[in-house]
């Protein structure tokens, strides 16, 4: 199983110094989220950028998927706004996703990961699903011209919140490009089926695995060991589905203790992943 560590808990730190310590930990790939700081999709010299970040993942030996969950890029008032939901300023979320495909392909990068977003007080539950599917159908022609993989997340408060929602959304985009991105703490916050089931569920469809601890109902990425998550029997179903993918640790609240929590992240999921073993 192949470790990674998410860019978004390394906020304090220059991207090339980031990558630097991921790599020295012992880690295999990264989560790269796209961000005024690492990687900004929006400032000048965007293919040279992403060359030289290319350059500095392949020294590192480090896989790469591309995270756009950056809380301000779009809106520096509003926390991950515009979605593709929003009456205005859905194209401009419409861009970050093109521009994220772009840098992925540029990158060889394993899968593009997004959501759908808050649904907005003023949009009727029926039209923000219209704009969504409308919005992943094109994203998703956008992917494949370009060979890369969607990893849509379900996120926990958003209008797409659990599998089942996924699932819906898949078959109404209809597009194999639309693949699927789990988070295994929010498998225990929001499914109510086991995250083993929701795993084997998914499975055709999964790209992209994010990790981190959590407890149920409680929409809080925690460290590991803090929460209810029980890592071997999660690990022993990836096993057996076969996922090839990163599974990349997702703590973007703890940017203050990086290369400390990064370690014993680290550490954490080894030992979970040698008791799934032994089992």
Request: glycine share 8%; hydrophobic share 40%; net charge negative.
């Amino acid at each position: 199983m192949r470790l990674g560590y998410g860019t978004n808990g390394f906020a304090n730190h220059r991207l090339p110094e980031a990558l630097a310590v991921i790599a020295d930990l012992g880690y295999d790939g990264v989560a790269l989220t796209l961000d005024h700081n690492h990687l900004d999709p929006f400032a000048p010299g965007l293919r040279e950028r992403t060359a030289e970040v290319g350059r500095l993942l392949e020294r590192h030996k480090l896989s790469v998927v591309i995270e756009t969950g950056a809380r301000y890029i779009l809106d520096p008032f509003r926390k991950h706004a515009p979605t593709l939901l929003h009456t205005d300023g859905a194209e401009q979320r419409i861009d970050l996703l093109q521009r994220a495909i772009q840098i992925s392909a540029d990158l060889g990068a394993e899968a593009v990961s997004f959501w759908s977003g808050i649904l907005p007080p003023d949009v009727e539950p029926t039209v923000g699903w219209q704009r969504l599917v409308a919005g992943c159908e094109r994203l998703a022609a956008y992917a494949a011209d370009r060979g890369v993989r969607l990893g849509f997340e379900p996120e926990p408060g958003m209008l797409v919140d659990d599998l089942a929602g996924y699932l819906k959304l898949r078959a109404e985009v209809g597009s194999d490009a639309l693949g699927l991105t789990l988070d295994i703490g929010h498998l225990v916050c929001n499914e109510s089926r086991t995250p083993p089931d929701c795993i084997r569920t998914g499975a055709p469809y999964l790209v992209n695995v994010q990790i981190d601890d959590m407890v149920q109902g409680v929409h809080e990425h925690l460290e590991f060991g803090t929460g209810e998550v029980d890592f071997p029997p999660v690990f022993e179903a990836l096993r057996q589905v076969q996922y090839t993918g990163l599974v990349a640790v997702e703590l973007p609240r703890h940017s203050h203790a990086a290369p400390t929590i990064a370690r014993d992240s680290l550490t954490f999921l080894k030992k979970a992943q040698l008791r799934e073993a032994q089992r």
